[in-house]
């Protein structure tokens, strides 16, 4: 049974930092690329960044140079480290192993002062 569990989020100031990890079990996560989403009210989920295998990233020009995805694969987590966080960050974030239908339950994270 596959499995994939975001760390809880939480609520930061803007300009805070915030870190999400996100565990998978049931699967050879090595083999997969990774990714981050989120869904911010009345939006569409939109993809956030990437990994590869090889650990290529990719992000969405939004959160360039702020963001940073990185994975262990001894341990089976991904991490996106949020970095200068802005109102506009406010979303409920996703992990989902690519290119599976395997998706985390969501995590929340709001930016606010």
């Known amino acids: 049974q596959v499995q994939v569990v975001e760390s809880a989020g939480g609520s930061v100031q803007p300009g805070g930092s915030l870190r999400l990890s996100c565990v998978v079990s049931?699967?050879?996560?090595?083999?997969?690329?990774m990714g981050w989403y989120r869904q911010a009210p009345g939006k569409q989920r939109e993809l956030v960044a990437t990994?590869?295998?090889?650990?290529?990233?990719n992000y969405v020009d939004s959160v360039k140079g702020r963001f940073t995805i990185s994975r262990d694969d001894a341990k089976n987590i991904v991490f996106l480290q949020m970095e200068t966080l802005k109102p506009e960050d406010t979303a409920d974030y996703y992990c989902?192993?690519?290119?599976?239908?395997?998706w985390g339950q969501g995590t929340q994270v709001t930016v606010s002062s």
């Open positions: 989902r192993v690519i290119p599976t239908s395997y």
């Open positions: 049931g699967l050879r996560f090595s083999i997969y690329a």
């Open positions: 990994i590869t295998t090889r650990g290529s990233t």
